[in-house]
């Protein structure tokens, strides 16, 4: 997948459930639709060029995930979030 394909924003619930993930900085479980699982601590939600990014701590390294890139993520206090398209 390129990352100059459109952004396809994701479901506002899933948003918020990031969001919460990043004010608590939650270790979360992170499935991406390349089939690449992580550990990841949350820390930031971005927008840039209308293309929203998860900031999170993996492996000690900084990475910017494009949402729409996330398949699922879980973690005990919010469960498991199917990541959909709004």
């Known amino acids: 997948m390129s990352m100059n394909e459109t952004y ?7 948003y918020d459930n ?6 608590h900085h939650l270790i979360l479980t992170l499935t991406l639709k390349d089939g690449e699982v992580l550990q990841a601590k949350a820390n930031d939600l971005v927008s840039r ?3 929203e990014y998860l900031v999170a701590d993996v492996s000690g390294e900084t990475r910017e995930l494009r949402l729409d890139k996330i398949s699922s993520f879980s973690h005990p206090q919010i469960g498991t979030v199917v990541v959909s398209e709004s």
């Open 8 to 14: 396809q924003p994701i479901n506002c619930d899933d």
């Open 18 to 23: 990031l969001e919460l993930a990043c004010q």
């Open 49 to 51: 060029k209308n293309v």
